[in-house]
């Protein structure tokens, strides 16, 4: 038979010993699976609940156990008092008295007969009344009970308990005590202890002799009977004190778990309170990244404006009069008016005598409907020459119709309509103002192009003013290409008059 390698011999003997390993973590696992379910949230919850609705339910059973144990010990002191006393009064007077010929006479009979003192069996009997008056409520209750009354004796039928516990000490001599604890939830708890009442010497004697015993035959050691201690607890049939305890404790029971209840919904609720603030907070975010892009875009545009070579105004419509709250430099250039002197005024103070009529109320009718502006016309300058001006105008904020702002656009074109009035070298002299003209006017279309691209990122980009920008760069563009002409024309008459000019020898070149 063929030897197996080694590896397969260890693979072999470490197979059976793999099950072992995973027998002892399996245990581990299910502890730490059952750990992490039993902490989550709302097994926490869970146990808190059951265990303030058991609280009630614990404390009822504690107190019943208690005050069974209590009744108990009351029930043996009381039996062990009655015994003792018992005992003594046979030994000591019943006993001494026989034995001396007195002439004390003892009976059930004791108060009728001249001399007279009771038996053991009548004093066990007035001990149980004396003890049943002691107690008003009757908590406590001692008895001398036997199923062998004298015949003219008034007693009580024995009910089961008494029954059980006689026969129960006569079937086994040993037994000293008999008990029975009745427990009651919102009734009255009981301990009921019986203890045998054996005769005696003195006892045979007088009950085998009695005419009124319904036995004799009685021997030393016999059961004569039982002494019966009661002990009730507290009656809570009626609610009681012990009731208003439960009734307390059910209602912090549901308080609490209310408590728990509300606990958890604030839990959600906060929960859901902490997830709105989060994206409250992406969107803040999200809202400072785009307002730090518009600042820098706003900054961009204001440099833009602040260096460009066309003018740049802004009324503030909010305001009574709407006064001029920002001009550029080149406003002031092309007006003559300085900042401090056009700033907080209505832009009234450049129309003149040959500011046509029709125009400023086609401007103040745009203003009136918060429409988009542009068009020519006369201005002055604060030393009161007059230019021609490149009015445009749009709307900026506020609502559709009622803008918070008009920003307006300035550039001078008097080159533009003084060309044809100028003889041929005042022409050639209008060559530099219409290239500051074109410069103005480039310039002037890529800030309309920024303005609009801006108004567009931030979504303020209506379709009027779109339309407006629009209609504003073709009339931009056909006025560059005017401008451009003109400079064309005037290059071409500088290249004509050139070729002149060098036919026409100079006085230099006269000179011999």
């Not at 146990?47 to 069974?68: C, Q, R």
């Not at 709307?395 to 300035?410: A, E, L």
């Not at 931009?476 to 002409?485: C, P, R, V, W």
Request: charged share 20%; proline share 5%.
């Amino acid at each position: 038979m063929a030897t197996p390698p080694r590896g397969a011999a260890a693979r072999s003997t470490a197979a059976p010993g793999s099950p072992r390993g995973g027998q002892a973590a399996g245990p581990f696992r299910l502890l730490r699976g059952l750990w992490r379910r039993i902490t989550q949230p709302a097994a926490v919850l869970g146990l808190l609940i059951v265990s303030l609705l058991a609280l009630p339910f614990a404390m009822a059973s504690t107190l019943s156990g208690a005050m069974a144990a209590q009744m108990e010990v009351q029930a043996d002191e009381i039996s062990t008092l009655a015994s003792s006393i018992r005992s003594y009064y046979a030994d000591n007077i019943v006993s001494r008295l026989q034995a001396s010929g007195g002439e004390a006479v003892f009976s059930e009979n004791y108060r009728q007969i001249h001399g007279g003192i009771p038996i053991p069996a009548t004093l066990a009997i007035e001990l149980g009344d004396l003890f049943d008056s002691a107690n008003a409520d009757r908590r406590i209750s001692y008895g001398f009970i036997s199923d062998f009354p004298f015949a003219k004796r008034v007693s009580q039928p024995l009910d089961g308990f008494e029954i059980e516990a006689i026969q129960a000490f006569r079937a086994n001599p040993s037994l000293d005590r008999y008990t029975r604890l009745k427990q009651s939830w919102l009734g009255q708890p009981s301990f009921r202890v019986a203890t045998p009442v054996l005769m005696r010497q003195a006892c045979v004697s007088c009950h085998n002799t009695h005419p009124d015993s319904p036995k004799r035959d009685w021997k030393v050691g016999d059961v004569r009977g039982i002494q019966e201690v009661t002990v009730r607890g507290l009656d809570i049939k009626g609610l009681g004190r012990f009731g208003y305890l439960m009734a307390y404790m059910g209602l912090v029971g549901l308080v609490s778990v209310g408590a728990a209840a509300a606990f958890q919904r604030q839990a959600s609720a906060l929960e859901r309170i902490n997830s709105r603030l989060q994206d409250s907070n992406d969107r803040e975010s999200e809202m400072g990244d785009q307002l730090r892009s518009q600042v820098e875009e706003l900054r961009l545009l204001s440099a833009v404006a602040e260096h460009a070579t066309f003018g740049v105004s802004i009324a503030d419509m909010r305001q009574d009069d709407y006064p001029l709250i920002y001009v550029n430099e080149a406003f002031s250039r092309i007006t003559g008016y300085p900042r401090e002197k056009a700033s907080g005024f209505n832009c009234r103070f450049l129309r003149g005598p040959d500011t046509d009529p029709e125009m400023v109320e086609a401007i103040a009718a745009a203003i009136r409907e918060g429409r988009p502006f542009h068009g020519e016309l006369v201005n002055y300058r604060m030393d009161g020459t007059r230019f021609w001006n490149r009015l445009t105008l749009y709307p900026v904020g506020g609502t559709t119709g009622r803008p918070d702002f008009y920003v307006g656009n300035q550039m001078d074109v008097t080159a533009l309509h003084s060309a044809q009035q100028r003889d041929l070298d005042q022409l050639i002299q209008l060559s530099d103002p219409t290239a500051a003209a074109l410069t103005s006017l480039e310039e002037l279309l890529a800030h309309h192009a920024a303005l609009q691209a801006s108004l567009q990122n931030r979504e303020l980009l209506s379709d009027t003013m779109a339309s407006f920008f629009a209609a504003e760069r073709r009339s931009l563009e056909e006025l560059q290409a005017q401008l451009e002409a003109n400079r064309g024309a005037i290059q071409q008459l500088r290249s004509e008059l050139r070729p002149r000019e060098g036919a026409t020898p100079g006085p230099e070149e006269r000179q011999p």
